[in-house]
T-cell receptor, first 115, second 112 residues
Framework: AQSVTQLDSQVPVFEEAPVELRCNYS??????LFWYVQYPNQGLQLLLK????STLVKGINGFEAEFNKSQTSFHLRKPSVHISDTAEYFC?????????????WGLGTSLAVNP | DTGVSQDPRHKITKRGQNVTFRCDPI?????LYWYRQTLGQGPEFLTY????????KSRLLSDRFSAERPKGSFSTLEIQRTEQGDSAMYLC??????????FGQGTRLTVV
């Protein structure tokens, strides 16, 4: 079975500062990795995904993440945040070999960007 | 392509009533998922369809919950005899084969 741990429940940061949202996972099989963003009262939007290949993945809105297999981590970064990045961020995994591709989620990290 | 559509966006119901939610996936997406998200938590998997076949159900899906996807297009999720613990955001997602899932805006259920 897989599990996902998002190490910070809340991350406050000032506008234009860099940010890192941490995600660790546990799995006995190879996985796909995802970061989604959720704005208030909205659904989930995919930021980026790691399926294979380069361990540095670039996504939308200037975000990127690095897959580290030895540390089973997939931390999300942005070099300079904007007020509009204030949202809930979720890390998720799905079983590489499974057929259903259901997602197992972390509890989320609330990013608050202050002026 | 208008994305995944869910209806209604909000539903308030009295305890003990039945409710039904609808999800229209992106056209030609053969996979459809239902997730539940409670306040301050990540989404939890409920059930999965490939075309019209319901291939997996979470043990979270008690016998009061039933989901269908007739003809492999839209899906409905029905909750019978609602309880206060059913209050949550119900999220629908669709995907094509093994590509990433696209989510709808969700249906927020409040049981009073």
């Amino acid at each position: 079975a897989q599990s996902v741990t998002q190490l910070d429940s809340q991350v406050p940061v000032f506008e234009e500062a860099p940010v890192e949202l941490r995600c660790n996972y546990s799995s006995s099989v190879s996985v796909y990795l995802f970061w989604y963003v959720q704005y208030p009262n909205q659904g989930l939007q995919l930021l980026l995904k790691y399926l294979s290949g380069s361990t540095l993945v670039k996504g939308i809105n200037g975000f990127e993440a690095e897959f580290n297999k030895s540390q089973t981590s997939f931390h999300l970064r942005k070099p300079s945040v904007h007020i509009s990045d204030t949202a809930e961020y979720f890390c998720a995994v799905s079983d590489l070999g499974g057929n259903n591709r259901k997602l197992i989620w972390g509890l989320g990290t609330s990013l608050a960007v202050n002026p | 392509d208008t994305g995944v559509s869910q209806d209604p966006r909000h539903k308030i119901t009295k305890r003990g009533q039945n409710v039904t939610f609808r999800c229209d996936p992106i056209s030609e997406h053969n996979r459809l998922y239902w997730y539940r998200q409670t306040l301050g938590q990540g989404p939890e998997f409920l059930t999965y369809f490939q075309n019209e076949a319901q291939l997996e159900k979470s043990r979270l899906l008690s016998d009061r919950f039933s989901a269908e996807r007739p003809k492999g297009s839209f899906s409905t999720l029905e909750i019978q005899r609602t309880e206060q613990g059913d209050s949550a955001m119900y999220l629908c997602a669709s995907s094509r084969d093994r590509a990433e899932a696209f989510f709808g805006q969700g249906t927020r259920l409040t049981v009073v």
